[in-house]
């Protein structure tokens, strides 16, 4: 597009319809001797030429562009997760005292991972994001309480609609 205005310029030809882009880029200026002559305003080509530019996703499996584009951005959540295991589950300094502690609680915060996964795909295909974030979906959740004790029977706190609603839209069986 620079060049085009560019070469209308030099050619004296310009566009009446690009006006307001002549404006933006260049300064023209125009004297009985020299006629007209222009010049670059650098910061605003600069600010233009900032996202110019592609990148390009590579799958072997993915056909769909829009799909792996998703599956692309998706990758912020999963480091995201990471964070999360790190600080929440302690997994930045594994207290362990033998090699299987160590992998049971590799285990522990994979199947978490997971888990936090199929959440955010649920809410992403029930439309919950515009409602909720993953925490505070899982802060509603949170509330629930489920007590057991050895021969006796279990106790479960009151279900909300709103909780109940948000357990089907998961594709979760209501807890009973």
């Known amino acids: 597009m620079l060049d085009r205005l560019e070469y209308n310029l030099v050619n004296?030809?310009?566009d009446p319809a690009d006006e307001k882009l002549y404006q933006?880029?260049?300064?023209?200026?125009?004297?009985?001797?020299?006629?007209?002559?222009?010049?670059?305003?650098?910061?605003?080509?600069?600010?233009?030429?900032?996202?110019f530019g592609y990148f390009a996703l590579m799958s072997n499996g993915i056909k769909d562009?829009?799909?792996?584009l998703r599956i692309y951005c998706l990758k912020d959540l999963i480091e995201k997760s990471f964070g999360n295991l790190k600080e929440r589950l302690s997994m930045r300094r594994m207290s362990v005292a033998s090699e299987e502690n160590f992998e049971g609680?590799?285990?522990v915060q994979f199947v978490a991972l997971q888990i936090v996964s199929y959440i955010k795909k649920q809410m992403d295909e029930n439309g919950l994001f515009t409602n909720y974030k993953i925490q505070?979906?899982?802060?509603?959740?949170?509330t629930i309480e489920y007590c057991q004790q050895p021969g006796k029977a279990h106790h479960l706190s009151e279900?909300?609609?709103?909780?109940?609603e948000l357990y089907e839209l998961m594709g979760v069986d209501v807890p009973a």
């Open 65 to 68: 562009p829009v799909e792996a």
């Open 159 to 164: 279900i909300t609609m709103k909780q109940r």
């Open 24 to 51: 933006k880029y260049f300064t023209i200026n125009e004297t009985p001797v020299r006629g007209k002559t222009y010049s670059y305003k650098e910061d605003a080509i600069r600010k233009a030429e900032k996202n």
């Open 105 to 107: 609680k590799q285990f």
């Open 136 to 142: 505070s979906l899982l802060d509603e959740l949170d």
């Open 12 to 14: 004296g030809t310009p």
